[in-house]
C-alpha cells in the first residue's frame, strides 16, 4: 500500500480549523498518510520566538508533502521584518526551494454571482497563474537601507533574474498550458526592465522546445488591465515573483470567492508546499466560520503536482463540486436560497462525498 | 490679457487626431495660447533617429505646459531600448522632472454599463491615483545585464527611494486627497520590501502635518484585489512608479471606458506634462475612429492642475459631460440608442458646449 508523511503546518487565526478540516479530507482518498504537525508563523513566534523553527524547516524537508493553512494576524503586525509570521512563510518557500508557484482561479457555475464581474465576463473563467516564487525582487541583493550621494535615507531592493531561475519557472508553465489549453501568456516589463528583457528573451527561446503551446507577451500594466477587460483570454499566465503576488491576487478576486481557491508550490525535488490563497482571517478565528473548501482544494494539488495521486485528486476536486451543488455554503459565498454552514459541517459534507 | 505657451507633442497613431481636437477646444477656453508642435516617439525615431530630441525637449521645458498625444507601434515594437519610443515618454518625464502622476479613474453615470463591474460595483467610482513617477525601479541604478557567481547571465534593476522623493510624493497626495474626499490609502509591499518599509515610514510621518487626511496603508496585492472587490472603497491611492503603473491600469479598465481617462504629470516647478491614458492604437489610426475626451479631458487638467485656470477646466469638463448627455459617443463607448460619432465630429459636438 502506498503511504505519505504530510507535514501540516496550521499556522494562525483560521489556518488550524481550515487544515483540521481538510487532514479529514486526506485522510479518506484511500492512502495511507503519517501526518506530523509542526507550528510556523505567529503561533511558532508565540511558542518559541521566531517564525519558522529550524525542526518546523526539517520536517517539512523530510517529508512528502506540507500542508500550510494561514500565517499572520494584528498581534504580529508591528514586530520588525525577522519577527513577522511573514517572514516564516518567506523562508520555508526558500527553505524547501519551491520556486513555482501554480495559483488556478476558476469561477464555478455554482458561483458565478459571487463575482463582482457581470455574469457573461465572469463566467467560465478558468485560468492559471504560473508565479516564480523564490527570487526576483523577494530576495535579490543588494537590499536593505543607507544613504545616497546627498547623504539622504534610502530604502532599495533588487529586482534580479537568471537564465537558470528564468528557464525553470518557463518550462513549469509551459508544461502546465500544455496540460490545459495550450496557451501561455507571459507577463512582464521589457519595455522598462532589464530583468524583464531577459526574462522575455529566454521564455521566447524556450517556446521552441514546447510548439504545441502558443506563446503571447503582455506587459504587466496590460495584463492588469485585460483580467478585467477580459479574463476569458487566458488560460496559462507565467510572471515574476512581484507581477505574480499582484495579478495572480488579482485574478483570485475576479472569481468573487477567495475561500474556494488552493494553490500549489513546487520545486525541483523535494516536497511540494500547499495552501488556500486566503489569509489567516482573524476576525473569524476559532467561530466555525471559515471556509475550509480552499484548503481541501489544496490537498487536491497536493495529491495531484505533489504526489501524482491525480485519481484521489480529481476525487476530493469531485467531492467539492458536489457539496456545491447540494446547496452547502459557509458565509462568504452564502446566497438566498443555499444552506448556511459552518467550517465543520462542510467538512463533513465534503467527507459523505468523497 | 492672459497668455501661455503650450507645447504640443501629438506623437504616433491616433495621437495627432486626438490632440488636434484637444487644442481646438483649448483654444476656446477663453484664454490666449501660443502653440509650439514637436516630435516625440516613433515619429521622431523616424524624423530624427531619436525618440526625444533635444529640441523637443528644450521647447517643451521653456513652455508653460506639455499636452501629449500617445507614443508607440508596432513599427517599432523591435527597436533596442534607448531607440524604443517609450524611451522618449520616460526621458521626458525625467527631463520635465514631473514626479506626481495624477490618475483619475470616474465610472460616469452615461458610461456605467461600458463597465465589466455588476452596476452596483461600478456606479459611484471616483477615484485618483498618484502615482510616482521618476524614481523606483524605472530609473534606480545599479541596473542592467551581468553575470552571476555561477557566471550565468542576469538581468537587474533596482528599486530605491529616498525620503525627498517619498516626501514630496506623499505631500502631493495628502493635498490631492485634502481637495477630494480626505481619505489617502498609501500602497506598498513593506511585509518584504525595504524600500516599501521606508516608504510606509515616512507617509505615516507626514500624515501628523495633515490631520483632516485619514490615511491607511494597504500591500499591494490586497489593493489589486479590493480595487475589483470594492472600488468605492478608495478616494485617494498614493504608490510607487511599478505600483502605479500597475494599479492604475487596473483601476482605469474598471471603468470600462479607458478612451475617457486624462492624466497630468506634475513637478516641484516648471510645466506639467498631461496626456490621456490610452496607447496610440495603431489599428485606428488615421480613421477618425479615435475618442477625443481622454485629451480633452487632459486638457481640463492641463488648465488645472498646469495653469491654475480652474473654472476655464470646469467648462471643459462641463462641456465634455453635456456632450455626453446629448448622446454622442465614439466606437470605443458606443451602446445602442446613442449616436455613433467619429474623433473630429466628436470634437466638434464639444466645441459646441464649451
Ligand atoms: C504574505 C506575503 C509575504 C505573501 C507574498 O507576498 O508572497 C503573500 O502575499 C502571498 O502571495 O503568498
Ligand atoms: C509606456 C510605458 C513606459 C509607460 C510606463 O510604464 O510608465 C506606460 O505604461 C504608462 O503608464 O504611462
Redesign the pocket.
Given at each position: 500500500e502506498r503511504s505519505y508523511s504530510v507535514t501540516l503546518l496550521p499556522g494562525d487565526g483560521i489556518g488550524p480549523e481550515v487544515v483540521a478540516v481538510a487532514k479529514d479530507v486526506l485522510s479518506l482518498a484511500g492512502i495511507n498518510f503519517q501526518f506530523k504537525e509542526m507550528p510556523i508563523g505567529g503561533s511558532a513566534l508565540d511558542a518559541v520566538g521566531v517564525p519558522l523553527p529550524d525542526e518546523t524547516l526539517d520536517t517539512a524537508k523530510s517529508s512528502d508533502a506540507v500542508l500550510l493553512g494561514a500565517i499572520g494576524g494584528y498581534k504580529w503586525d508591528k514586530n520588525e521584518k525577522h519577527l513577522k509570521p511573514e517572514t516564516g512563510l518567506l523562508q520555508i518557500r526558500a527553505g524547501l526551494g519551491v520556486f513555482a508557484n501554480l495559483r488556478p482561479a476558476a469561477v464555478l457555475p455554482q458561483l458565478v454571482d459571487a463575482s463582482t464581474l457581470k455574469k457573461e465576463v465572469a463566467e467560465g473563467v478558468d485560468l492559471m497563474v504560473v508565479r516564480e516564487l523564490t527570487g526576483g525582487i523577494y530576495f535579490g541583493k543588494p537590499r536593505g537601507f543607507g544613504t545616497n550621494d546627498n547623504n539622504e535615507d534610502i530604502g532599495f531592493n533588487t529586482e534580479v533574474y537568471s537564465v537558470s531561475e528564468i528557464d525553470r519557472i518557463a518550462r513549469v508553465a509551459f508544461e502546465v498550458a500544455r496540460k490545459r489549453n495550450g496557451k501561455l501568456c507571459s507577463v512582464d516589463?521589457a519595455?522598462?526592465l532589464e530583468a524583464s528583457m531577459l526574462w522575455r528573451k529566454r521564455v521566447t527561446i524556450l517556446a521552441s522546445e514546447y510548439p504545441d503551446v502558443e506563446l503571447t507577451h503582455m506587459?504587466v500594466?496590460n495584463a492588469a488591465m485585460q483580467l478585467i477587460r477580459d479574463p476569458k483570454q487566458f488560460d496559462t499566465i507565467v510572471t515574476n515573483n512581484i507581477f505574480g503576488d499582484i495579478l495572480s491576487d488579482e485574478a483570485s478576486m475576479l472569481t468573487g470567492s477567495i475561500g474556494m481557491l488552493p494553490s500549489a508550490s513546487i520545486g525541483a525535488s523535494g516536497p511540494g508546499l500547499f495552501e488556500p490563497i486566503h489569509g489567516s482571517a482573524p476576525d473569524i478565528a476559532g467561530q466555525d466560520k471559515a471556509n475550509p473548501l480552499a484548503t481541501v482544494l489544496s490537498v487536491a494539488m497536493l495529491l495531484k503536482y505533489g504526489l501524482g495521486e491525480e485519481s484521489a485528486a480529481t476525487r476530493i476536486e469531485a467531492a467539492v463540486i458536489e457539496t456545491l451543488n447540494r446547496g452547502f455554503r459557509t458565509g462568504d459565498i452564502f446566497s438566498s436560497g443555499t444552506t448556511l454552514v459552518g467550517c465543520k459541517r462542510m467538512g463533513e459534507e465534503v467527507l459523505k462525498c468523497v
Open positions: 516589463k519595455n522598462v506587459y500594466d
